[in-house]
């Protein structure tokens, strides 16, 4: 059981530190985004005491992880002597509450800025729905803290730890899905076949196709019409400009 304790021990140590590093690139990614330069709205603020708060909660909980037992062996070997001061069911419980508070507040966070954007309404739910991967992120962090909570009333500790643990796994991945899905749509359209498929898609439904050599206005299959102009994407947060986001209101002073 020794080397599974220990792994138990090292496994909450990176969970602590993963997910700090990934909500802090999120809240950044957040920043570029939706706050226009030079601009202290609302969500740069809050968004700046997102990012110390996370720092701060995480990193001191990485160190109460390393420093629970005396001496450090304890941790994975409670047969040797020694003494745990800490109470570590408790502090994971109050943690995992901070921890699903955090999830919910950055998942919160963009929803507000996408609905006040200057673009068109498939545009907003094509951007908004990007951002909803961070659903699984808050309902892995909830469970998790289910299983936590299991573990204040529970004998068998290691089942439970192993669940949560499975949970947590989760809610990191989802971390990482929100940072790189708002350039899904870019990569995509930078893929070789994707124009081809596109264009195929389109001749499939579009009405009264009759899919022989000529096209509805007489002119042959080979006819190269002339290219249509750029249009955005509805799921394409990359190419949000700061001429569709908002901005505050300021009188210039003189």
């Not at 990934?22 to 809050?46: E, H």
């Not at 204040?152 to 947590?168: E, K, R």
Request: glycine share 8%; net charge positive; charged share 15%.
């Amino acid at each position: 059981m020794l080397p599974i304790l220990y792994h138990v021990h090292i496994g909450s140590m990176f969970y602590g530190l993963v997910i700090m590093l990934l909500k802090v690139a999120i809240l950044l990614d957040w920043l570029k985004v939706f706050v226009p330069r030079g601009q202290r709205n609302a969500m740069f603020w809050i968004s700046h005491v997102m990012i110390w708060a996370n720092i701060l909660f995480y990193g001191v909980g990485t160190v109460v992880e390393i420093v629970q037992c005396t001496p450090r062996t304890k941790i994975w070997n409670p047969l040797i002597g020694g003494r745990c001061p800490i109470d570590m069911r408790s502090h994971n419980m109050a943690a995992g509450i901070v921890n699903l508070i955090s999830d919910l507040v950055i998942l919160g966070l963009p929803q507000r800025v996408i609905w006040q954007l200057h673009m068109s309404r498939a545009s907003k739910i094509g951007v908004s729905l990007l951002f909803g991967v961070g659903i699984f992120a808050c309902a892995s962090a909830a469970v998790r803290l289910h299983y936590i909570y299991r573990l204040l009333h529970t004998s068998d500790q290691l089942y439970i730890v192993s669940i949560a643990g499975l949970w947590g796994v989760g809610e990191m991945t989802a971390g990482f899905l929100i940072i790189g899905f708002p350039s899904l749509p870019k990569v995509v359209k930078a893929l070789p076949f994707s124009d081809s498929v596109v264009s195929l898609l389109r001749q499939i439904t579009r009405p009264g196709s009759s899919g022989q050599g000529e096209t509805r206005r007489g002119l042959p299959s080979w006819h190269k019409a002339a290219p249509p102009k750029k249009r955005r994407d509805q799921f394409e947060v990359s190419e949000v400009s700061e001429y569709d986001l908002p901005r505050a209101h300021t009188n210039d002073r003189r």
